[in-house]
C-alpha cells in the first residue's frame, strides 16, 4: 500500500513559487520520526532539502535552499509540506519526501538512511 505521496509539482518560471504536499498513511503515520524532502536532478545524486522532526517539531535546512524554503506539516492530516519561493532553474528536479522511525539527527539529510519513500513530483523552473 501506499505510504508516501507527494504532490503539488509543476511548471513555474524563475522566481515564482510552489508548495509541495507528502501525504502520509498506513504505519508510517504511527511510527514516522523523521520527515526529509529531497530532490534529484537527471545526473545528480539525491539532495536532502529540508527535514521535520515530528516529535520535537525541529526543522532542518540545507543552506542552498534556507530563506527560500519552507518545511512544515499539518499533523491532523498526516501531511508535510514543502513551501518553495524564489524558485530557480537549478530547483528543476524531482522531488520526494522520505520518513523514517528513527531520530533526524546529523544524518537527516541522508537518502540510504530512509527506507520509506514517495514516488516523487516533478518540479520544472524555466528562465
Known amino acids: 500500500q501506499v505510504q508516501l505521496m507527494e504532490s503539488g509539482g509543476g511548471s513555474v518560471q524563475a522566481g515564482g513559487s510552489l508548495k509541495l504536499a507528502c501525504v502520509a498513511s498506513g504505519s508510517i503515520i504511527s511510527t514516522a520520526v523523521c520527515m526529509t524532502w529531497f530532490r534529484q536532478a537527471p545526473g545528480k545524486k539525491r539532495e536532502g532539502l529540508a527535514a521535520?522532526?515530528?516529535?520535537?517539531?525541529?526543522?532542518l535546512y540545507v543552506s542552498t535552499v534556507e530563506g527560500r524554503f519552507t518545511i512544515s506539516r499539518d499533523a491532523a492530516k498526516n501531511t508535510v509540506f514543502l513551501q518553495m519561493n524564489n524558485l530557480k532553474p537549478e530547483d528543476s528536479a524531482m522531488y520526494y519526501c522520505?520518513?523514517?522511525?528513527?531520530?533526524?539527527?546529523?544524518?537527516?539529510?541522508?537518502?540510504?538512511?530512509?527506507?520509506?519513500w514517495g514516488r516523487g513530483t516533478q518540479v520544472t523552473v524555466s528562465s
Open positions: 521535520i522532526a515530528l516529535n520535537t517539531g525541529n526543522l
Open positions: 522520505a520518513a523514517r522511525s528513527s531520530r533526524c539527527g546529523a544524518t537527516w539529510d541522508d537518502p540510504g538512511r530512509f527506507t520509506s
